[in-house]
């Protein structure tokens, strides 16, 4: 309730922020009676949502949801404008508001796999892993054609030209990872370890976390074996995966790397060995003998996501801003995973290109909703950007979530 009210007290206000180069003159229809403004709305009604999905894209989710409002109270039988409107109040952490509007969406459209996912991820947020499972079931038994891309695979295709490029199991990974999650909370081990099993898949867009996740459950129920090749395959994933590491009981800093180069010296091809020595001389901040590293691991063949976050890394420390968008951005066409979005996004804040920083971290908290600095950096480049009841909501966020240093920017930019 106390959301709504400031959304009423400052409608004038986002209205102004959400007709910026509008596809029609929203603006002018302010002035017209209610009736005109509901007849333009229903005859405009999918390029008015056109235009409140480009702002919620743009992490504008405050102006964005001014239209869905709308959009829902002349058409309140479309179960799209509720799950807008539903997206943006959780991107606010009004929770209980989005979960009822993801309610009323699959009400109207019970298939609607997108927002079954968003609503079984909030459940699981709240504790309420019986409910998550139960979204999982539903969304796991529908046709392929209605299987959701993820928000992280739109943003690939649209910017990267790769429509079709992602297998229907890869569409899957998401639902069978959160119901692998859920499962576990609730003490299923063998029904979280299948669902991790169905997660990884063919092993080609599978991340690092998943193997080390599958592998714990292993180690948990007495499987040692399949624990340690899962935590390989970690590494392989994540050469600086520090959980598989200790794990496997590898030593970190000089001992690795002498470990590495007894490798490199009989095998100097060795990829993997390549990428794993270049991890090491990235944590020893030797950034140009990494990128020495990464580079020859790449001309051998090794072409993970995880060389090119840590090469992306290497470059960034060396201030090579293009050159690390560069190596973020071929990561996540290989695998989109949160931390390759959360590391382009502060090239772009490095950059001042505030907008494309904030769609980035948005895709991030997509991916991990409880990543307190993406709060916080995404908090900033909002305010940065001049938006700052936005700003506000996110640091507010990384204050719950424990950030040390949002408390403070928070008092400053928002009382």
């Not at 690390?324 to 949160?338: E, T």
Request: charged residues 25%; aromatic residues 12%; hydrophobic residues 40%.
């Amino acid at each position: 309730m106390k959301l709504r009210i400031v959304l009423a007290l400052f409608a004038g206000f986002f209205w102004g922020i959400a007709t910026a180069q509008p596809p029609v003159s929203y603006f002018s229809i302010s002035r017209d009676s209610a009736a005109q403004q509901k007849a333009f709305y229903l005859n405009n009604a999918d390029e008015i949502e056109e235009h409140a999905n480009r702002l919620f894209n743009q992490g504008n989710f405050a102006a964005a949801l001014v239209y869905y409002d709308r959009l829902v109270g002349v058409q309140p039988q479309q179960w799209r404008f509720y799950f807008g409107r539903a997206r943006c109040l959780e991107e606010m952490q009004a929770t209980e508001e989005a979960l009822e509007n993801y309610d009323y969406a699959l009400a109207l459209n019970p298939d609607f796999a997108d927002a079954l996912f968003n609503r079984a991820n909030l459940r699981f947020q709240k504790g309420l892993y019986g409910f998550t499972i139960a979204d999982m079931d539903k969304l796991l038994e529908l046709p392929d054609e209605k299987m959701p891309s993820t928000n992280a695979i739109y943003f690939v295709q649209s910017h990267a030209g790769t429509v079709g490029a992602f297998s229907m199991k890869t569409r899957k990974m998401p639902a069978y990872r959160l119901r692998a999650k859920a499962k576990e909370k609730t003490g299923n081990i063998a029904g979280a370890i299948e669902d991790y099993t169905a997660a990884i898949g063919d092993g080609q867009t599978a991340d690092a976390d998943l193997y080390y996740a599958r592998g714990s459950l292993y180690k948990q129920s007495g499987r040692a074996k399949e624990a340690q090749e899962d935590f390989q395959r970690a590494l392989v994933k994540d050469p600086q995966h520090h959980q598989a590491m200790l794990a496997l009981g590898i030593s970190a800093g000089k001992a690795k790397k002498n470990r590495l180069e007894a490798i490199l010296a009989e095998q100097p091809e060795n990829a993997i060995a390549l990428a794993q020595r270049g991890a090491v001389l990235l944590e020893e901040k030797k950034y140009t003998a990494a990128l020495t590293d990464f580079d020859s691991a790449e001309y051998y063949g090794y072409r993970e996501a995880a060389l090119y976050i840590n090469r992306g890394i290497a470059k960034e420390k060396l201030n090579r801003i293009e050159a690390a968008l560069a190596d973020f951005s071929q990561a996540i066409g290989i695998s989109p995973v949160a931390k390759a979005y959360n590391l382009r996004a502060n090239c772009y804040f490095k950059q001042g290109n505030y907008e494309k920083a904030i769609a980035d971290y948005t895709q991030s908290l997509a991916l991990d909703a409880a990543q307190a600095d993406v709060y916080y950096n995404r908090g900033i480049a909002c305010h940065n950007a001049r938006r700052k009841s936005e700003a506000c909501a996110n640091l507010k966020t990384a204050v719950s979530l424990g950030h040390q240093a949002a408390q403070a920017a928070y008092d400053k930019l928002c009382k």
